[in-house]
């Protein structure tokens, strides 16, 4: 199985902050790598699909890097609603696996 | 606009059988992958399974495998994954998911496995 290590667990930035999470694959996998925000009590939004490409109507704030075993996501300037949880998933061969997430916390 | 209902959650003692459902509309539901996640209380997402379009192949993560069935009815434009055998390990919320990708999800629904 791939397993996906992300970084870091939890994040306190402010509003305004440039922020970056980072997602690391035991094994490439290509570009196929998307990224989720959780807000607590709601299902998960995908924001990046492809590493690279932005969801329709998410905010271009969240852009997304990344091929073989190294992924980011950076949100360019935090906005109030974007304290929530990220995941990074792999979907380049099954079982897909999630990284463990990432708690970004207002400081 | 692409909307994913979960039902069939509840509580249910270990070893009893419970079958999740997912009414799909505002897509092309015969033409998606489909797929269920879970995640256990105050815990990470862990993907469950997928089917294909047809039902032609379907995958499972190892630890639900020989235990959850996916399976689909595009006629009916609804998901289901019927779990048996089920353990306390096996309580989460149960989301579904439209794609290969996992582009939309449901608002999830929830399985409390406990005697």
């Known amino acids: 199985d791939i397993q996906m290590t992300q970084s870091p667990s939890s994040l306190s930035a402010s509003v305004g902050d440039r922020v970056t999470i980072t997602c690391r694959a035991s094994q490439g996998i290509r570009n196929d790598l998307g990224w989720y925000q959780q807000k607590p009590g709601k299902a998960p939004k995908r924001l990046i699909y492809a590493a690279s490409s932005l969801q329709s109507e998410v905010p271009s704030r969240f852009s997304g890097s990344g091929s073989g075993t190294e992924f980011t996501l950076t949100i360019s300037s935090l906005q109030p609603e974007d304290f929530a949880t990220y995941y990074c998933?792999?979907?380049?061969?099954?079982?897909?696996?999630f990284g463990q997430g990432t708690k970004l916390e207002i400081k | 606009e692409v909307q994913l209902v979960e039902s069939g959650g509840g509580l249910v003692q270990p070893g009893e059988s419970l079958r999740l459902a997912c009414a799909a509309s505002?897509?092309?539901?015969?033409?998606?992958?489909m797929s269920w996640v879970r995640q256990a209380p105050g815990k990470g997402l862990e993907w469950v399974a997928n089917i294909k379009q047809d039902g032609s192949e379907k995958y499972y993560v190892d630890s639900v495998k020989g235990r959850f069935t996916i399976s689909r009815d595009n006629a009916q434009n609804s998901l289901y994954l019927q779990m048996n055998s089920l353990r306390a390990e096996d309580t989460a919320v149960y989301y579904c998911?439209?794609?290969?990708?996992?582009?939309?999800w449901g608002q999830g629904t929830l399985v409390t496995v406990s005697s």
């Open positions: 998933l792999q979907y380049s061969s099954f079982p897909y696996t």
């Open positions: 998911a439209r794609g290969q990708w996992l582009a939309h």
């Open positions: 505002g897509f092309t539901f015969s033409s998606n992958w």
